[in-house]
């Protein structure tokens, strides 16, 4: 117990670290607007009357005004001119702390498992100057019986009033430089890295690549995974259980970490109401040949979250010569046509033919290609639109929009701002560099994006960038791989939620885990970037909230009401089911209630529904830990204090913010990781998420490999569970009972403990990746903390 109370005792005289330990939260003061529903403040649709101090931003809409101002009349309708003059100002003040951008500190309400007060935090020299002037309105504005009690001695009264956390108490808050310096706007770190949060939306997918919306009205939203699978979930976020379109043994794809293949694209036809029509974009195999084919499909008759599999109709097929840069976005734009994003082909350097085929224009690979897809239930699967600009061109493929193209992931239609509408149509996109850069354009009609003479604003093929006759188009924003390593586009945030982001294009990079955004300057027409990173301390202690995502991420979404999406993975290969969907939140502002209300036009399924579980628990003992700013010995106590408690059988859950402003940490689904050295142990494959249980996987010599055992007994389980901080193994799980870790090697095989060892490497075994067996006898443990299996 001294241990414990010596590391508590540093925890709580650490001025940098914020920790919810037992009950206790102990952080510097920092800006953390929430009002008692524990949302983020608003400005008011219309002007405040009563509480004006909160009129252009707060926590009430004129309705809670003027309920306020009701209370107010009623309460001072018991006093004469007198009492009136004296006590009208301090009655108004606490009344209208409901409204403050700071209420649910006031009212002590961060945690909505425990009563919120009924008046609020008084700063102590205000306390004893309202308690001298205005002690018999207490009880009229408090029905609170503690109060009450303490209503006749001042010091009691004005200590049951104290908050602990003084910084923000009324009045002083209102003074306070930290607290309302750029209050409203979106926070951002010294570095200019703007703070967001994050909402956990759909998990347990398999390189989720596409996130889609019908836009018929309900508000569905339809995630496809690399594997050929898409899924239907319902605006509560319910999934269904039978998935809306399953191709999975056409499409062509592995298990290899960074296939590129697979399914790809999805997009629903902007008159899909109507007519039932969905496209897609895949890979596929043919002979020995491998292509991208785009098909259409229509929606079941007799089930409106299922497609009809018999009605694929193939629109347009290209051959692809190398496994990589297959493109995949495909996309209706406001003109009604049918865009589709190819790559250049594979390979390094586009080396196909004598410019390569990004600036073939009879090639349509590397291109931006625009086809019109309506009415061809009779004739020609589509047409070419009259105004595509090398339609006339000797040579040219009339499909070709626009040209000069590497391997563009993830592309955007930009909805335009919400009143102006400017910037509506704007496509935007994300191509993916050789080995320098990564850029971001804007796609317009037959201009030249430079592939392979330039990556990005410099020159690639130095013979060919020369050429007079390039007349390519520069990015509007392009980085260098000591940022990231692959650019995946997002998208223009045009949604109701958060009026802060309107008009910032966010975008991300697959390798580095990088969050990044460009807002247009309107006068020089430049676009000014910066980076986004996750929010640390209070920023995002709002319930429902987290701060950390998963590295790769994959693709960006709209949902039906403009909402921003992103998807990542822990595992970047097509059949590891570690992928996320995350929504992004503004934790400085939000629209006022109600105008962002919508009824979503009601579905009929057939299908069981899956109710949706967050994999991010609430917390147990520990609830944020903000490890960008420990030290490296607070972070080696820390994990003491946490080893403790698991010893003791105290659950501790960990929500672990992004190590530096510029990379976030690189968080897989695979649980219980140590610090990375020779001999570390993690769990994977339980497919509900679970930290006891999984298929073992070992770190040896800078890489993760699987233990392949047929022998495989409850003393290696012992090692495994106690080197994870368990207390029992309770079963040791053979013949891959938590799946195949095919995308790894298997390193241990042959393993003999006699259940004390630190380590397996420790224990009897054949040499490091030597063995006799293969991924389908992949070893694993069940867990506990008590001597029994929770099934």
């Known amino acids: 117990m001294w241990y414990f109370c010596d590391i508590l005792g540093r925890v709580r005289h650490s001025p940098f670290i914020g920790l919810y330990l037992l009950g206790f939260w102990i952080a510097p003061v920092s800006l953390h607007p929430q009002c008692l529903d524990f949302k983020p403040p608003f400005k008011p649709q219309e002007d405040l009357q009563f509480c004006a101090m909160y009129r252009n931003f707060g926590c009430c809409d004129s309705a809670k005004d003027q309920e306020l101002m009701s209370k107010f009349y009623k309460i001072m309708d018991n006093f004469d001119n007198y009492g009136y003059a004296n006590c009208a100002g301090y009655v108004q003040d606490l009344l209208c702390q409901e409204c403050s951008p700071y209420a649910a500190h006031l009212f002590d309400a961060e945690d909505p498992s425990t009563p919120i007060r009924t008046l609020p935090g008084l700063c102590p020299d205000y306390c004893s100057q309202f308690w001298l002037k205005c002690r018999s309105t207490i009880t009229l504005l408090s029905d609170d019986l503690q109060l009450a009690q303490a209503e006749p001695d001042q010091v009691h009264f004005c200590q049951h009033l104290e908050l602990e956390d003084p910084d923000?108490?009324?009045?002083h808050l209102l003074s306070n430089e930290q607290l309302t310096q750029n209050l409203g706007h979106v926070l951002a770190d010294p570095e200019g890295c703007l703070q967001l949060c994050l909402e956990e939306v759909a998990n347990g997918l398999r390189n989720p690549l596409a996130m889609v919306h019908a836009n018929d009205g309900t508000h569905r939203f339809f995630i496809a995974e690399q594997v050929g699978l898409v899924w239907t979930y319902l605006p509560d976020r319910s999934k269904l259980e039978k998935p809306f379109l399953n191709i999975t043994k056409a499409v062509l794809t592995s298990p290899w970490e960074g296939d590129e293949r697979g399914f790809l694209?999805?997009?629903?036809?902007?008159?899909?109401?109507y007519n039932g029509k969905l496209y897609v974009y895949y890979s596929v195999e043919i002979g020995f040949d491998e292509r991208i084919r785009v098909s259409e499909f229509r929606v079941s008759p007799g089930d409106m979250n299922e497609v009809d599999h018999a009605s694929e109709?193939?629109?347009l097929e290209v051959d692809e010569p190398a496994s990589n840069h297959n493109g995949g976005m495909v996309m209706f734009a406001d003109d009604g046509y049918l865009y589709i994003?190819?790559?250049?082909?594979?390979?390094?350097?586009?080396?196909?033919?004598?410019?390569g085929n990004a600036q073939n224009k009879s090639a349509l690979l590397g291109k931006v290609l625009r086809i019109n897809v309506d009415d061809n239930d009779r004739g020609p699967l589509y047409r070419i639109p009259s105004d595509n600009p090398f339609v006339h061109e000797r040579g040219a493929r009339p499909e070709v929009y626009a040209y000069g193209v590497r391997n563009m992931w993830r592309c955007s239609v930009?909805?335009?701002?919400p009143l102006t509408k400017e910037g509506k149509g704007r496509i935007f996109c994300g191509d993916v560099g050789q080995n320098k850069f990564e850029e971001i354009d804007i796609i317009e009609k037959g201009r030249n994006y430079g592939w392979r003479a330039k990556e990005g604003f410099s020159c690639y093929?130095?013979?060919?960038?020369?050429?007079?006759?390039l007349d390519d188009v520069l990015p509007i924003y392009a980085y260098p791989h000591k940022m990231g390593k692959s650019v995946t586009g997002g998208y223009v945030y045009r949604g109701c939620e958060y009026p802060n982001l309107n008009g910032m294009y966010i975008f991300g990079d697959f390798m580095s885990g990088r969050m990044m955004n460009l807002q247009e300057n309107k006068n020089t027409g430049q676009w000014n970037y910066h980076e986004i990173c996750m929010g640390i301390g209070l920023t995002c202690a709002f319930p429902g909230l987290i701060n950390n995502y998963y590295q790769y991420i994959i693709s960006f979404a709209e949902d039906e009401a403009g909402e921003l999406?992103?998807?990542?993975t822990g595992v970047p290969s097509a059949t590891s089911p570690t992928g996320v969907v995350y929504k992004l939140v503004d934790p400085s502002r939000r629209a006022p209630p109600r105008q962002c209300h919508y009824d979503p036009l009601p579905v009929r399924v057939k299908s069981k529904l899956i109710k949706f579980r967050p994999k991010e628990s609430e917390y147990a003992g520990f609830q944020h830990i903000s490890q960008s700013v420990l030290s490296e010995s607070d972070k080696d106590w820390l994990q003491e204090l946490m080893d403790i408690l698991k010893e003791q059988g105290t659950a501790v859950v960990t929500t672990t913010l992004p190590q530096t402003t510029t990379k976030p940490p690189r968080h897989t689904r695979r649980k219980n990781r140590r610090k990375k050295g020779n001999g570390a142990v993690r769990l994977a494959g339980d497919e509900q998420g679970r930290d006891d249980r999984g298929r073992v996987e070992i770190f040896v010599n800078g890489e993760w490999g699987t233990v392949c055992d047929d022998l495989w007994n409850m003393k290696n389980a012992a090692v495994v569970c106690r080197q994870l901080g368990f207390r029992f193994a309770l079963k040791?799980?053979?013949?891959?009972?938590?799946?195949?870790?095919?995308?790894l090697r298997i390193l241990l095989d042959d393993v003999q403990c006699e259940g004390t060892e630190e380590s397996l490497l420790d224990c009897q075994h054949t040499d490091i990746g030597i063995h006799n067996c293969a991924h389908y006898e992949d070893a694993g443990v069940i867990c506990g903390n008590s001597d029994y299996v929770d099934a």
Do not use: Q, V
């Open 168 to 171: 923000y108490c009324y009045p």
């Open 265 to 273: 694209g999805l997009t629903f036809h902007p008159n899909y109401k």
């Open 313 to 315: 109709r193939i629109i």
């Open 341 to 355: 994003f190819t790559g250049d082909g594979g390979m390094a350097g586009d080396p196909f033919g004598k410019y």
């Open 414 to 417: 930009d909805r335009g701002d």
């Open 461 to 469: 093929d130095k013979k060919l960038c020369a050429n007079s006759s």
């Open 565 to 568: 999406y992103f998807m990542s």
């Open 732 to 743: 040791a799980s053979k013949h891959s009972e938590f799946g195949e870790g095919k995308s």
